[in-house]
């Protein structure tokens, strides 16, 4: 009677242990480097773009992990990430002072850019200064769609708030979802409200998502988004891949990574990244 | 309605069409929750025994910690392991985080607990006489664990399944932890998550349809393997 069921049992074992086959081990003779970076150049299509380009030139092959803007920031902090590429440029010159980065530069930049329910009911499209609409959607209580996660977008949205010393944490207008970008564009189109947004995302996935929605406030110099590189600084933590890692940094910045970047369309034709290394 | 149609036809289209990147990602799961499962299992069922069988002051509040941690949130776990593997944290030399070793030690933790609980509730429901019989047969203590366990089996089975389900569907412990670095870390469930805030609903429902699927699959085969041990 027992020993049917021991053999039995003795199948769910082997079946277990058939399902995990060894894994294929990170220190195979493919040189990898890990790149800390944020939703909006991954979920763009930046990265499968020109990534590949890169690895076949360098033979090194590129991980991203993609978070926040402050998440990338503090996995790089924590030498988790060789490399560091995010879009928060006070952010990353505060941690390079602090010793972290090393060798940060510029690499392209997009604009950031208001958005709002497609009939507009602030009149927003009338006003020039980014800082003048905000002004308007908090003092007519209209809901806000905030990033709420310490993401580049986020820090942009904050300093905007700062500048008109209001403080639009725990109003009842102002929705925190705390959500990557896409998904807070969502949001405010569920919510008929104004968000503020990167054009990167917004023309990548405006008609996907059938979001009825415009911009309404564009150009304003205050809503340039700066994209930056830099390298985890190998002193702080010895087992960085820093020579890798500058591999990386040097061909974004070269004129072939540059051209690279002024090359990738959405499926639109849109250029969603303006290349400006120095 | 038309997203969950259009889910539908994608999982079909996919599911013909499997490409390698699919596959792997598939694999990967597959591997990822496997090795949790193994992993509890052979630390769980030895210890779901020992508590079931042996007294020892505290016990009852170790099953309740197991049974609390039945329902621990998978976000923290993952947290956890991040902060324990991180470059900075204590176990950082080991250079673990963001490779699938990294998941399989936030899901071994997931999965554990329901495991114990699910096991010792089965070991502990077991009839007194079979102990009694098999001792007076003169079996060592070891031996009529072993046979409390075999006895135990089926309902040691549905604490394996049901930690199969729990890691199968999990996201936010291995998300943290993994990365979701495309070709090294990323399973199924972080596939679906990615595509649901790239807002491409159809794949991420058809992924979806996939892997509750392959779950269907497995849990119709454990079943089976489950029921012919019972017949007998």
């Given amino acids: 009677m027992f020993k049917g069921g ?29 790149c800390a970076s944020t939703t909006s150049t ?8 020109i990534l590949p380009i890169f690895e076949k030139k360098a033979g090194i092959k ?19 990430a060789d490399v560091v590429f995010v879009h928060a440029k006070e952010q990353e010159l505060k941690a390079v002072q602090e010793g972290y980065f090393v060798n940060r530069h510029d690499v392209m930049y997009n604009d950031f850019v208001i958005i709002g329910p497609a009939n507009d009911p602030l009149k927003i499209k009338a006003i020039k200064s980014a800082t003048e609409a905000f002004k308007k959607i908090a003092e007519s209580n209209y809901p806000f769609v905030s990033r709420g996660d310490k993401s580049g977008t986020h820090t942009k949205e904050l300093s905007i708030w700062k500048k ?20 807070t564009q969502r949001i405010a189109n569920e919510k008929r409200a104004y968000t503020l947004t990167d054009r990167g995302t917004w023309l990548a996935t405006k008609d996907k998502d059938r979001l009825e929605m415009i911009i309404v406030l564009e150009g304003d110099p205050i809503l340039f988004n700066q994209y930056g590189v830099m390298a985890v600084n190998p002193q702080k933590h010895k087992h960085v891949k820093y020579k890798e890692a500058m591999e990386f940094i040097n061909w974004l910045i070269s004129k072939e990574g540059q051209h690279t970047i002024a090359s990738f369309k959405d499926k639109d034709r849109n250029q969603l990244f303006i290349p400006n290394a120095k | 309605m038309d997203s969950i149609i259009e889910g539908f036809k994608k999982a079909f289209i996919l599911i013909f069409n499997l490409n390698t990147e699919l596959l792997g990602i598939i694999f990967l799961s597959l591997k990822v929750s496997g090795s949790a499962l193994l992993v509890s299992a052979v630390i769980g069922i030895p210890l779901s025994a020992i508590l079931g069988l042996k007294k020892f002051p505290a016990k ?56 114990v609980s699910l096991c010792h509730s089965a070991i502990v429901g077991v009839d007194p006489i079979i102990k009694q019989a098999s001792m007076t047969l003169g079996a060592t203590p070891f031996q009529t664990t072993i046979t409390i366990i075999k006895e135990a089996r089926y309902g040691i089975m549905s604490g394996v399944i049901a930690a199969f389900g729990r890691v199968m569907a999990e996201v936010g412990a291995i998300l943290i932890v993994g990365g979701n ?40 085969v454990l079943h089976f393997i489950q029921k012919k041990g019972m017949v007998k």
């Fill in chain 1, 6 to 34: 021991i053999t039995k049992f003795r199948g769910i074992f082997l079946l277990m242990i058939l399902s995990c086959v060894f894994f294929p081990s990170a220190s195979s003779a493919e040189t990898r480097i890990r």
């Fill in chain 1, 42 to 49: 991954q979920n763009s299509g930046l990265f499968d773009y």
């Fill in chain 1, 62 to 80: 590129v991980d991203v992990v993609a978070v926040g803007t402050g998440a990338a920031i503090e996995i790089g902090k924590r030498g988790d």
């Fill in chain 1, 164 to 183: 008109l010393v209001i403080e639009p944490e725990g109003h009842k207008w102002y929705l925190e979802v705390g959500q990557g970008m896409e998904k």
């Fill in chain 2, 60 to 115: 009852g509040f170790v099953i309740s910690l197991m049974n609390t941690f039945m329902g621990l949130p998978p976000v923290v776990v993952g947290l956890f392991v991040y902060i324990l593997l991180s470059r900075s944290g204590p176990l950082g030399f080991m250079g673990l985080l963001y490779t699938p070793s990294a998941m399989v030690i936030a899901q071994t933790i997931l999965a554990l607990p329901i495991v």
């Fill in chain 2, 181 to 220: 670095i495309a070709g090294y870390t990323r399973v199924v469930t972080t596939t679906i998550a990615l595509e649901t805030d790239k807002g491409n609903f159809e794949l991420a429902l058809a992924l979806g349809i996939i892997l509750l699927t392959i779950s269907l699959l497995i849990n119709v």
